[in-house]
T-cell receptor, first 114, second 111 residues
Framework: KAGVTQTPRYLIKTRGQQVTLSCSPI?????VSWYQQTPGQGLQFLFE???????NKGNFPGRFSGRQFSNSRSEMNVSTLELGDSALYLC?????????????FGSGTRLTVV | EDKVVQSPLSLVVHEGDTVTLNCSYE??????LLWYKQEKKAPTFLFML????IEKKSGRLSSILDKKELFSILNITATQTGDSAIYLC???????????FGTGTRLTIIP
């Protein structure tokens, strides 16, 4: 079966701009979670969506937002980009049963803010 | 605040050596501990541990959890160059899909 697909793979943006990243989960998976990975902080949880509703949110500023569509695809938006937003953004999909078992990660979007 | 600490931060060994990676944690509502391997971008699942003292094995990899002392170890025997990767430990809390990750151990295997 197809894995988790993230687009685009790479992005270069300028400070102050906004960006939208996309994640298509495995077919049948209803939960999509987003993580930010940086060398200093490791993987940090951004938010999780299930059936178009945000179920959980990490400690990130309001510039980071997301949404989920009825087909379970999810988008993440970052507004007013800062240099510190440069990171690998990973999404993970699962059935959403609250067990974290069966989490499958995508290959990520590498965002560089200049 | 929930916390996951991995050690060492990096490790360089020769092919054939055995390595032990450590993960300690502090969480309020522990459900399970998971290990992932990250070679390039997408972390891949290795183990999920929920009960103390029960070893999980997959080939040359094994892992065990101690819920009393709040730590887990991941052992890799007879290491190969393909084991070079970042190994991530994560904690799952009750009732939600969120994972709290450690910063990882970067393992390098020298031929």
């Amino acid at each position: 079966k197809a894995g988790v697909t993230q687009t685009p793979r790479y992005l270069i943006k300028t400070r102050g701009q906004q960006v939208t990243l996309s994640c298509s989960p495995i077919s049948g998976h209803r939960s999509v979670s987003w993580y930010q990975q940086t060398p200093g902080q490791g993987l940090q949880f951004l938010f999780e969506y299930f059936s178009e509703t945000q179920r959980n949110k990490g400690n990130f500023p309001g510039r980071f937002s997301g949404r989920q569509f009825s087909n379970s695809r999810s988008e993440m938006n970052v507004s007013t980009l800062e240099l510190g937003d440069s990171a690998l953004y990973l999404c993970a999909s699962s059935l959403g049963l609250g067990t974290s078992y069966g989490y499958t990660f995508g290959s990520g979007t590498r965002l560089t803010v200049v | 605040e929930d916390k996951v600490v991995q050690s060492p931060l990096s490790l360089v060994v020769h092919e054939g050596d055995t390595v032990t990676l450590n993960c300690s944690y502090e969480v309020t509502n522990f459900r399970s501990l998971l290990w992932y391997k990250q070679e390039k971008k997408a972390p891949t699942f290795l183990f999920m541990l929920t009960s103390s003292g029960i070893e999980k094995k997959s080939g040359r990899l094994s892992s065990i959890l101690d819920k009393k002392e709040l730590f887990s170890i991941l052992n890799i025997t007879a290491t190969q160059t393909g084991d070079s990767a970042i190994y991530l430990c994560a904690i799952s809390e009750g009732g939600n899909e969120k994972l709290t990750f450690g910063t990882g151990t970067r393992l390098t295997i020298i031929p």
